[in-house]
């Protein structure tokens, strides 16, 4: 320096390794050639607190929508993580519903930031039950405070779907013989089709009127066939008990009844089918 000049400097400290503590800042001149005075090559002003590195996620918070459905239902789970240390951080967050790990993603945070990523989470092929959601965020090297690592919030209810419901038709009916001597038993015949998609049992009630007066003269059935989904079933599997009749013209109207347990067939086919014979 020339004579009366002054000059400013820095230093740049790479406080890597460096134990955490309190470190008083300090500049000394090295004396030269000469210097008497040395109280002034000295100086002290300010202090650098170093601290250790805080490594610390945290799951915050946790929900789920909708709350309740049927199996194969598709819910989304949301799910905000923070970083609370003092650097930026990656790491893995999952969400889960009891122990069923519903997704996985990689998430990287800077510090102080907070995030918030949505699962979906498709049902099919589960159980009907109650499943607790939660989320966890991995453990990152350095952690501490694992407590606030993981975070439950919210409950789905899953039920069964209801049954398919079976749909069948009546297609036609029609008797053994369309004219008979007086004495010969008749027998009705029937052809149904099943239209749905899940298999159901089937019993065709025929009722006989006398075509001049209208008056009902008897009911015979078929028995109860078990039909499976999108097929047709006909002729002997819907015959009728033999009827014997007084000489006349008769009417039959079919009727269908349906349904999964045999014992309770509580569907009616809207569609009668009608047919005529002759007993002479």
């Known amino acids: 320096l020339a004579a009366g000049a002054s000059q400013s400097l820095s230093f740049a400290w790479d406080t890597t390794g460096v134990a955490p503590g309190s470190y008083p800042i300090r500049v000394e001149a090295a004396a030269v050639a000469g210097e008497t005075n040395l109280a002034n090559n000295a100086f002290d002003d300010g202090t650098v607190v170093l601290i250790a590195p805080v490594h610390d996620v945290a799951v915050t918070s946790v929900s789920v929508s909708p709350t309740a459905g049927v199996i194969g239902?598709?819910?989304?789970?949301?799910?905000?993580?923070?970083n609370l240390g003092t650097q930026a951080e990656t790491f893995d967050l999952t969400a889960?519903?009891?122990?069923?790990?519903?997704?996985?993603?990689?998430?990287?945070?800077?510090?102080?930031?907070?995030?918030?990523?949505?699962?979906?989470?498709?049902?099919?092929?589960?159980?009907?039950?109650?499943?607790?959601?939660?989320?966890?965020?991995?453990?990152?090297?350095?952690?501490?405070?694992?407590?606030?690592?993981?975070?439950?919030?919210?409950?789905?209810?899953?039920?069964?779907?209801?049954?398919?419901?079976?749909?069948?038709?009546?297609?036609?009916?029609?008797?053994?013989?369309?004219?008979?001597?007086?004495g010969t038993a008749q027998i009705l015949y029937a052809k149904v089709?099943?239209?749905?998609?899940?298999?159901?049992?089937?019993?065709?009630?025929?009722?006989?009127?006398?075509k001049?007066?209208?008056?009902?003269?008897?009911?015979?059935?078929?028995?109860?066939?078990?039909?499976?989904?999108?097929?047709?079933?006909?002729?002997?599997?819907f015959a009728s008990d033999p009827w014997t009749?007084?000489?006349?013209?008769?009417?039959?109207?079919?009727?269908?009844?349906y349904g999964i347990d045999p014992t309770n067939l509580s569907i009616v086919d809207g569609m009668k089918r009608i047919s005529r014979f002759a007993i002479v």
């Open 96 to 182: 889960l519903a009891n122990s069923l790990v519903i997704g996985t993603k990689s998430v990287t945070l800077a510090a102080g930031a907070t995030t918030t990523q949505t699962f979906s989470w498709s049902t099919a092929g589960l159980s009907a039950g109650s499943y607790a959601i939660s989320a966890t965020a991995s453990v990152i090297l350095g952690e501490t405070d694992l407590a606030d690592n993981t975070f439950s919030d919210g409950t789905v209810s899953l039920s069964a779907p209801p049954p398919a419901t079976p749909l069948l038709a009546l297609n036609r009916i029609w008797p053994e013989w369309r004219h008979g001597y007086s």
């Open 212 to 237: 001049a007066t209208g008056a009902k003269v008897a009911t015979v059935s078929s028995q109860v066939v078990w039909i499976p989904a999108g097929t047709v079933a006909g002729d002997v599997a």
């Open 193 to 210: 089709s099943n239209l749905g998609s899940v298999g159901a049992y089937a019993q065709v009630v025929y009722d006989i009127y006398d």
């Open 73 to 82: 239902d598709t819910f989304v789970v949301t799910v905000t993580v923070a």
């Open 245 to 257: 009749g007084a000489p006349g013209v008769y009417t039959v109207v079919g009727t269908l009844y």
